[in-house]
Structures are given as structure tokens and as C-alpha cells.
């Protein structure tokens, strides 16, 4: 975004002013202003990602994902994210102060960004930390033992020239393999494809054996640990976005987006599993505006082909189209529920005649993340109560309503004139 003018808002401060946001200072002192000139500006984003469920009690999902996000009330954190502005985050890291980690300026709001709002955005408990405070005590029968709960048999600790542990990701079994494919966006942020350092690793023996994790203490620590960067990617980008939002810090709607990336789905998670060579190119599905590319080694390649590294990338992105559509079609039935539910009410209240009607086929609308009462068929006994309701719950009123075929869960055109007073004349006959 362009630079407008320039403007001074009180003593050593300078404001950046763009054309598109309110008249608010974008740096709340000129060292800010500096470190995005000379650090930020042209950083890239490293996208979180998250799991799309499924209308189901698993989720649509292996027991060693859906059992965790259950036991730790993970539902909202685990889901796959909004999208981020990618200026705004840029601006966020340029005017994080270490000397006030809790909170940042951003155009002219302070943001907190504690542990404890953190899980607010989540809706997340303070829990008390156990990994933090294992992880502090850790020792060598210890590292031992956690070999043996998160990875497959003969499994060693891999010793750096500097003394640094890490683990070969290929050797943990398939429920860490996949938590740590989650965790390398949302919780402990690292572009690292080819080993999981230490820390990592005991972060996924907490989540595997079920220690209680503290998600906001654990991302707070983590941004100011990616603010103090000089390079690479900017981590968090989504609740960073959502915390400055939930605080009134204007946008502009012609402000960079990051692009959405696919979500975790179990596409991914089979070839995460089974085609361990060539995760590097899922990783990244394809080029993407302000988002930061993975960082590969020599294993990446393996023998295989650029064929193939073009059909991988093809298959995430089409992850993506298949995600987003789905999304589509449960706001589109949604809506016609609420069409049906609308043409309901506008005849139960214009005519005693049709007070009977077909169910709403329910199960086309249903969404993970918002439980429907099932919707009952309307009858004359059912009227009087029903009509009180809506006076308290108005819905907008528009077309027909549609109708479940006989015997099917299947969608039949919508009920004409005819049909209607049809129905309207056999109602009256049986009455």
C-alpha cells in the first residue's frame, strides 16, 4: 500500500498515513517506522492452517485427531482460519516493543495480546501449564521415554555440532506426525521440514499423553520470539488480523489479503503418512502472495520428479476450491432454510388453511460449528405457539419454499400454486 504523506503526532514520533485507512498514525514512534522500512516491508507471511470438519462426532477424522481437540476444548483453535491482512500484520511486528510484550500499537489502537486474550479469541481456558513447567525439568531417562511414546521402534536423538537435539520427522508415528504438521503453523511456528528440533518435540509428547497446554502463553511467547527476527517468515498472521479487529483498528477493503491455503484435510493427512518424500510440495500448494515458502533441504527431492512436485501442488490447490465450496453450499442452504422458514410464517398468518408443511431438509445446512435444533413439521395444534415465536424472531421474507422428496433425502422443486392448494383442499377434507 502507498505512502500518502507524512505527519508528526507529538515529540520523536512519526505517523505514515495511508489514503485508504482513517487518518491514524500506522508507527507510534520513529523506531518503529525504521524497523518496518528496514525489516518489515517486504516480509512474507507464514499462513496457520487447521482442520475443515465434518458434521460427525469424529469430525471426519482418526481418533488420535479428534480425541485431542475434545479433551482440550480445541474445536475453535483447531479450525482452519480466516483470512489475514497482510499489511496490518507487517505494521503489527514493525511496533512490537519488547519492553511491553502484552500489548501493540496498531493505527492508533493499542492490542492486547496477552495469553489470556489469546484464549479468549479461542475460547480457551487459563489453564495452568503443565508442558511449560515439564519442558524446564526435562532430562535425559525423560527424552528417552518420549522417544518411545511418540515415535517408531529404534528411533534416536539426532545431535547437532552445537549440542542441539532433534528428531527425523519420517520417524514419529501418526498421530504426532500429524499434530506437528498442525503445530509447524498454529502453535510452535516452523518452516523446518526434514527434522522436529527438541522443544517441538516435547510439545508433542504434552499434546500425545494429554498435559495440559496453556495456548495463549505458548503463542504470546512465540510472536515476540518471531518479532525479534530479522528474517524469515511473520508467524500468526490470522489471529493477529482477528485480535486487531476485535480492538476497532480500521481496514481498508482494498488492503493485500493472504490467500487462503488448504486446510488439513484427510487428503493431506494420507499423504503426509504414506508419501513422506514429497511433503515439501504440499507444504506450499502453490505461489501465493505475501506467504512465506517452506525452506527445503536435499531429502526433499528424493528422485522425485518436477512432474510430480506439480501434481502435488495441484491437489492442495484443488483442497482449497473443494473447502471453499463446501463453505459455500452450507451458507447457500442456510439461506434457503431460512426462505422456508419465512413462507411459513407469511401463510400462517394470512390464511387458516395452509398450516402444514413439508420439512426442511436439515441436514444440507448443517455446519460443525453451529448446532440446529431439528426442525419440526408445522400443524394446526403447533400454530398458535409457533406464531408467537416469530413475532420475537422476525425472518426476512422472500421466494418458495422446497420440499424432501418421498422416501429420499433428496431436493424436489419448489411447490407451485397448484401443488399448494392441493394440499390446502386435503387438509380441509380431513378436518
Known amino acids: 500500500m502507498q505512502v500518502k504523506k507524512r505527519a508528526m503526532r507529538g515529540k520523536g514520533k512519526a505517523a505514515a498515513i495511508d489514503e485508504g485507512i482513517p487518518m491514524v498514525a500506522k508507527f507510534d514512534y520513529e523506531l518503529a517506522r525504521k524497523r518496518f522500512n528496514d525489516s518489515f516491508a517486504e516480509r512474507n507471511l507464514w499462513p496457520e492452517r487447521g482442520f475443515a470438519y465434518m458434521s460427525s462426532d469424529t469430525l471426519g477424522y482418526p481418533e488420535y485427531i479428534y480425541s485431542v481437540i475434545f479433551k482440550n476444548k480445541w474445536k475453535n483453535f483447531c479450525q482452519h482460519p480466516s483470512a489475514a491482512i497482510v499489511p496490518l500484520v507487517r505494521e503489527f511486528y514493525a511496533n512490537f516493543d519488547v519492553g511491553n510484550p502484552n500489548s501493540v500499537y496498531v493505527r492508533g489502537k493499542?492490542?492486547?495480546?496477552?495469553?489470556?486474550?489469546?484464549?479468549?479469541?479461542?475460547?480457551?481456558?487459563?489453564?495452568?501449564d503443565e508442558y511449560l513447567e515439564f519442558s524446564k525439568r526435562v532430562h535425559g531417562n525423560q527424552l528417552s521415554e518420549i522417544i518411545k511414546e511418540i515415535?517408531?521402534?529404534?528411533?534416536?536423538?539426532?545431535k547437532s555440532a552445537h549440542g542441539s537435539l532433534s528428531l527425523s520427522r519420517c520417524n514419529l508415528k501418526p498421530g504426532p506426525m500429524i499434530w506437528n504438521h498442525f503445530l509447524k503453523s498454529r502453535l510452535m511456528p516452523s518452516t523446518h521440514d526434514i527434522t522436529v528440533n527438541k522443544d517441538r518435540v516435547i510439545l508433542l509428547f504434552a499434546i500425545v499423553v494429554g498435559r495440559k497446554i496453556n495456548v495463549g502463553d505458548v503463542i504470546s511467547e512465540q510472536i515476540s520470539v518471531c518479532a525479534g527476527r530479522q528474517s524469515g517468515g511473520l508467524w500468526f498472521p490470522s489471529l493477529i488480523t482477528s485480535l486487531c479487529l476485535a480492538q476497532g483498528v480500521e481496514i481498508s477493503s482494498e488492503e493485500e489479503k493472504l490467500k487462503a491455503t488448504a486446510p488439513i484435510t484427510m487428503t493431506v493427512i494420507t499423504r503426509l503418512l504414506h508419501d513422506k518424500p514429497a511433503i515439501a510440495a504440499e507444504e506450499n500448494p502453490s505461489p501465493v502472495p505475501?506467504?512465506?515458502?517452506?525452506?527445503h533441504s536435499n531429502h526433499t527431492s528424493f528422485g522425485v520428479g518436477s512432474s510430480f512436485l506439480q501434481l502435488e501442488q495441484q491437489i492442495s490447490q484443488m483442497d482449497v476450491m473443494q473447502y471453499e465450496s463446501l463453505q459455500m453450499k452450507r451458507d447457500f442452504w442456510k439461506y434457503e432454510r431460512h426462505k422456508d422458514l419465512a413462507i411459513q410464517k407469511h401463510f400462517r398468518s394470512n390464511s387458516k388453511r395452509f398450516q402444514s408443511f413439508p420439512q426442511f431438509p436439515q441436514h444440507l445446512?448443517?455446519?460443525?460449528?453451529?448446532?440446529?435444533?431439528?426442525?419440526?413439521?408445522?400443524?394446526?395444534?403447533?400454530?398458535?405457539?409457533?406464531?408467537?415465536?416469530?413475532?420475537?424472531?422476525?425472518?426476512?421474507?422472500?421466494?418458495?419454499?422446497?420440499?424432501?422428496?418421498?422416501?429420499?433425502?433428496?431436493m424436489a422443486k419448489p411447490a407451485g400454486k397448484k401443488s399448494i392448494l392441493r394440499s390446502a383442499a386435503n387438509w380441509k377434507r380431513k378436518n
Request: aromatic residues 2%.
Open 110 to 128: 493499542r492490542v492486547d495480546i496477552s495469553g489470556t486474550t489469546i484464549n479468549d479469541v479461542y475460547r480457551l481456558n487459563d489453564v495452568e
Open 151 to 158: 515415535c517408531v521402534p529404534g528411533t534416536e536423538w539426532i
Open 290 to 295: 505475501g506467504a512465506c515458502p517452506p525452506e
Open 365 to 410: 445446512c448443517d455446519s460443525s460449528t453451529e448446532d440446529s435444533e431439528p426442525e419440526k413439521d408445522v400443524t394446526p395444534e403447533t400454530v398458535a405457539s409457533s406464531h408467537s415465536k416469530d413475532k420475537a424472531h422476525d425472518v426476512p421474507m422472500t421466494a418458495p419454499t422446497t420440499v424432501r422428496d418421498k422416501g429420499k433425502n433428496a
